[in-house]
């Protein structure tokens, strides 16, 4: 049934610019999603069942898409709508960007490096001072809130709630502070 579903967009994929950007995108989400029956699919009925099943992959699929003329965009739009609390503002996102339960997601960093791996609830957006940069393989955590112009460098861990401020080296793992408990009077 997604074949039927997909074909006009698969279509569209195959003749844009951003399709091996998209294929890779595809290939990350399969990677990154437990599921076992994955492995015997093609790439396009892969590409169909994440189209179908998953927003965040659509909305991924809207923001790959954007050079495409306006009224294709609105077509796409209505057709396979994109999670409407993920928002992808980034001039650049390398390939293999994969977004797991994107719900109140921001991407507005200067750029985004290949393979990089978004939960829910996180903001990466600019001050008034610049943006950040995302390097390649890197993982933010729910919650995860970059703001301003830091780098964080390829491979890092920015953990679940921790706020980054700063630049974060290559490979570090950042988390927030502990838990503690208040005891009440």
């Known amino acids: ?54 927003p965040e992959f659509r909305s991924v699929v809207h923001y790959r898409l954007t ?9 796409l739009r209505r057709a396979y709508p994109p999670l409407p609390t993920l928002h992808i503002g980034a001039p650049h996102v390398g390939p293999g960007l994969y ?7 921001v ?8 393979d ?25 955590g729910a919650g995860a809130v970059v703001v301003g112009p830091v780098h964080v460098g390829d491979g890092a861990v920015v953990g679940a709630g921790a706020v980054v401020r700063s630049d974060v080296p290559a490979g570090a793992v950042v988390v927030p502070p502990e838990a503690v408990r208040l005891d009440r009077p």
Do not use: K
């Open 99 to 105: 977004v797991e339960h994107g719900f109140g997601t």
């Open 67 to 75: 050079p495409l003329p306006a009224v294709l965009r609105w077509l």
């Open 1 to 54: 049934m997604s074949r039927v579903l997909t074909a006009p967009l698969w279509w569209v994929v195959e003749r844009a610019a951003a399709g091996p950007y998209l294929r890779r995108d595809a290939d990350r989400f399969a990677e990154c999603l437990p599921r076992p029956a994955w492995s015997g699919l093609s790439p396009r009925a892969r590409f169909g069942r994440l189209v179908v099943h998953h």
């Open 107 to 114: 991407l507005t960093a200067a750029s985004v490096g290949e």
């Open 116 to 140: 990089c791996w978004v939960n829910q609830g996180v903001t990466v957006g600019h001050t008034g001072r610049g943006q950040p940069v995302i390097g390649d393989r890197v993982r933010l």
